[in-house]
């Protein structure tokens, strides 16, 4: 079956930095496109990020020059570089797979919904001083 598990949120202060992993399990991420998404209190849940299988990334504009998505394959796991964290940044992230890059990318191109009933837990990310 297959598992996403998003881990690696916690408090931090502005400024500070953090490494969000997505860790797979039940299938292989080589042929996935993964996308990083948040969902702050009482806000829709949006798109930051994603990578496709061949590693093509994109952000959205909100995080563009401070988050950075990356994949390790061989870990089946794809991580989020998050630098110079904002109060706005404060939010619990997700992580979602599709085999088509252009359904959850373009989703963060264009900061439209993003369609998936196979949602985890999330990590939280709380920032303040």
């Known amino acids: 079956q297959l598992q996403l598990v998003e881990s690696g949120g916690g408090l931090v202060q502005p400024g500070g930095s953090l490494t969000l992993s997505c860790a797979a399990s039940?299938?292989?991420?080589?042929?996935?496109?993964i996308g990083w998404f948040r969902q702050a209190p009482g806000k829709e849940r949006e798109g930051v990020s994603c990578?496709?299988?061949?590693?093509?990334?994109v952000y959205a504009n909100s995080v563009k020059g401070r988050f950075t998505i990356s994949r390790d394959n061989a870990k089946n796991t794809v991580f989020l570089q998050i630098n110079g964290l904002k109060p706005e940044d404060t939010a619990i992230y997700y992580c979602?797979?599709?085999?088509?890059?252009?359904?959850?990318?373009?989703?963060?191109?264009?900061?439209?919904?993003?369609?998936?009933?196979?949602w985890g837990q999330g990590t939280q990310v709380t920032v303040s001083s």
């Open positions: 979602a797979a599709d085999q088509w890059s252009r359904v959850i990318c373009g989703t963060v191109v264009t900061a439209t919904p993003y369609e998936y009933n196979n």
């Open positions: 039940g299938f292989t991420l080589d042929d996935y496109a």
């Open positions: 990578i496709s299988g061949g590693g093509k990334t």
